[in-house]
């Protein structure tokens, strides 16, 4: 296997002492040839990180991406690049439409030479019309997925090892669990674009008719708990949101972060330099997470009956009517509550209008063993010459990449529903117009450090989907007690782990 710069992996029979040199060649190989590797990330004090800090660091920093770029890649280079990923839709906001027409001429002003076809594909048919062009070696140069999508082609060996050093930049210029997004079987294969953790939302109004503090979310999910029980016995309206609906996305979004804050977990996807072996959906801190949403659901029945079929959407509307306290979302939802009320009228009106003016952002609540969230967001990815059509252009994709990733695009391009995948984005001016104009990004952004991404394995879909919302089905409905279900999906994960 090569790496994108085209350097052979090192062998697997070399001597230590071999190997050490094969090392060494390798680093100044790639010093040589993707030039300056300064690291950005020396900007950014990650232990600093709060809603603060973030303000205090925006726009302190100038940016020249084109420059930089050409350090990497000549801005004379001749080429071809091939693209695909998910663009801007109909739905989205006009600044999203605006940052990615900007984008393109900006490429095309620093790389006149490299001849670029850039497909918008929809995000619902992408995916299988990437495995489909694969699998007849017509795949594009470079992709840009999901977080979760690229270790299924990286399993299957279709993408080129790929590493920031590769286009200039340093790994500390990115997030940590931005990175183990891209890192399967020890091999890194991508690099993160733009990274997105969700916020704690909450009524304040409702907060201060129960009797609890309207300026404080709670501090841990054992309050959680307890808020939403006095909530319900107080008013009678439900406390928290919880999603439980099976083969939905939305359910291990706002699950997996309790049960990761109990100290449980799917595998070991916790850890620092995780296997993805261990199976831990059946420890004392998964049973806890699962004992705690058991508790609201059926012994103080303070979140919605419906939360079985529930996603995250059925959650908005008794949310505007303040009939829901608490729920976890993006800063995205802002926004939609605000066109929500904007479209209620009458007496429904003024109390959508008090609903936004008493909605609060606040970080997720700790448990006894972390404050976590899922990390999402996307990676850049390069295909496997053999795969490509025409073959692989590696400077055209290493200029692209680069010029995509750096401080100033990761941001803009992240604008509205996201954050900046390279660490110096938060410095540049552009993070703080965004800061200026998004209310409750900086809440949001600063539960980046406490993200964990899913299991990058080509199981995750399955366990995340399907196994993790069945475990809760399970419990809730009384099928299996806590206990039960836990071993049951613990087993099921381990199965499908085993081929069995």
Known sequence: MTNLLGRKSVPARLSRRNILSYSVTALLATTMIAGSTTSFAANVDLTKWSPEYVKSIAGTAEVDTAAECAKVVPSDYKGRLSYWWVGPTQAQPEIDHKMDA????????????????????????????????????????????????????????????????????????????????????????????????????????????????????????????????????????NGYGLVARQNAGNTPFRFMPQLWAYGGGALDETSEQPTYKTVELNNAG?????????????????????????????????????QLAMMIAHPAEYAKMVDLASKATGADKAAADAVVQNM????????????????????????APELVEGGLDV????????????????????????????????????????????????????????????????????????????????????????????????QKVQELLDGM
């Open 360 to 383: 609060r952002y606040g970080l997720l609540p700790e448990g006894p063993a972390r404050r976590a969230v899922v990390f999402g967001g996307s990676n850049v990815h390069v295909f």
């Open 286 to 322: 998964s049973k806890a997470a699962l004992q705690a949403a058991y508790d609201m659901y059926v012994r103080d029945k303070s979140v919605p009956a419906s939360a079985l079929t529930n996603t995250q959407n059925e959650n908005q509307n008794p949310f505007i009517a303040g």
């Open 102 to 237: 900007e984008f393109w001429a900006a490429w095309k002003k620093a790389y006149p030479n490299i001849e670029t076809d850039a497909q918008s594909l929809d995000y619902n048919d992408m995916l299988n019309k990437v495995r489909t062009a694969a699998l007849g070696n017509a795949a594009p140069m470079v992709a840009k997925f999901p977080i979760l999508w690229g270790v299924e082609f990286a399993a299957k060996g279709q993408l080129k090892e790929l590493k920031p050093e590769d286009v200039g930049y340093a790994t500390d210029d990115f997030w940590p669990g931005a990175m183990k997004s891209v890192t399967y079987e020890g091999k890194t294969y991508g690099i993160p674009t733009n990274n997105e953790t969700m916020g704690f939302i909450w009524n304040a109004k409702i907060f201060a008719d129960a009797g609890l503090d309207p300026e404080k979310p709670p501090a841990t999910w054992d309050d959680v708990v307890k808020y939403s029980k006095q909530i319900k016995d107080k008013l009678g309206i």
């Open 395 to 490: 400077d055209a994709a290493r200029a692209f990449i680069c010029f995509s990733t750096g401080p100033e695009w990761s941001t803009k391009l992240a604008w509205v529903g996201s954050n900046p995948g390279h660490l110096d984005g938060f410095t540049t001016k552009w993070m703080k117009e965004r800061l200026d104009t998004i209310k409750f990004l900086d809440v949001t952004t600063s539960m980046l450090p406490s993200g964990i991404p899913f299991p990058v394995i080509p199981e995750q879909a399955e366990i995340m989907n399907i196994i993790v919302p069945d475990m809760l089905q399970n419990a809730l409905t009384g099928k299996m007690t806590v206990d039960q279900a836990a071993d049951d999906a613990a």
